[in-house]
């Protein structure tokens, strides 16, 4: 089966920095992708540049066959590449579930209005996804007073909104506790597998990353050091030194065994 993404030879420089620096790979149909690497090793640059917000210096990137390096992000998601967990694409003042019909609406691009006649559009739609997520019980408060975990749980069902073919997710988990974080990627993680949604995620907790995907790339300076399935990773001496330089990848693991 021909791959859902296909990044060749992607590149971008800050001046003299090679923020990503020659990467390629493939991403297949339902495949959890993770990329990890050191602080500064390119991950968001790389993130940037597939959802539009960066162009590239040099390379492209095939959205089912088609090159969209360089596209407008507008243009990106429209073609099915959804970003999750940006805390900022909830609207406070709006309900839980005004903000999926909000986002359903923009899916099926009727005008944003607020009438009563919106507040019918796509409920019943909206309802089904928020109960997909487990937020069910929470669709008539307010987003502002939501906790920080369920506040994730409605970005995750804005982001199936637009039903996309991808997502990206830079650091899904920040800012929540252990238990937190593998309850969310685990309701993530089934979600998607369900729909068949392919998934790159890019990850500080090595529990999550080892936890929940098929298969890892670790990024270092800007290049691909490394590409393969869990096992794989956590035996590769190179990333090991990678990590164990900045002393991260296998903490998780040493204390669970100590
Ligand atoms: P990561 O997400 O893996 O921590 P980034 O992609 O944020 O890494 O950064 C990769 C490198 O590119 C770093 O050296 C960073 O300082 C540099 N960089 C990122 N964005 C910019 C920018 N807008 N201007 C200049 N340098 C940048
Ligand atoms: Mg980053």
């Given amino acids: 089966m021909s791959p859902i993404l296909s990044v060749r030879n992607l590149s971008r420089n800050f001046g003299a920095i090679k923020a990503v620096d020659d990467v390629s790979f493939d991403l297949a149909k339902g495949e959890l992708l993770a990329l990890i690497g050191p602080n500064g090793a390119g991950k968001s640059t790389c993130f940037n ?5 960066l162009k590239p210096s040099s390379g492209t990137v095939q959205l089912m066959g088609k090159n969209i390096a360089g596209m407008q992000p507008r243009k990106i998601w429209r073609m099915g590449v959804g970003r999750t967990f940006q805390i900022t694409a909830t609207y406070a003042s709006m309900t839980v579930v005004e903000n999926v019909q909000m986002a359903l609406m923009s899916h099926h691009k009727r005008l944003y209005s607020l009438t009563t006649f919106a507040h019918k559009l796509y409920r019943e739609e909206a309802l089904a996804l928020l109960d997909t997520v487990g937020m069910a019980d929470q669709s008539e408060r307010h987003c502002a007073v939501l906790a920080y975990g369920d506040l994730k749980r409605l970005e995750l069902a804005v982001a199936l909104a637009n039903d996309p073919i991808l ?3 830079d650091e899904p988990t920040a800012g929540m506790a252990p238990r937190e974080r593998i309850a969310l990627m685990q309701l993530t993680a089934d979600i998607l597998e369900q729909r ?63």
């Fill in 49 to 53: 540049m597939l959802m539009g917000q």
């Fill in 167 to 169: 997502l990206l997710m």
């Fill in 196 to 258: 068949g949604i392919s998934v790159l995620f890019t990850e500080h907790d090595m529990d999550v990353v080892f936890a929940h995907s098929h298969r890892i790339m670790v990024l270092n300076r800007g290049q691909l050091i490394a590409d393969g399935t869990v096992d794989e990773i956590r035996n590769n001496p190179q990333v090991q030194e990678v990590y164990l330089g900045g002393g991260t990848l296998f903490k998780a693991q040493e204390d669970a065994n100590a």
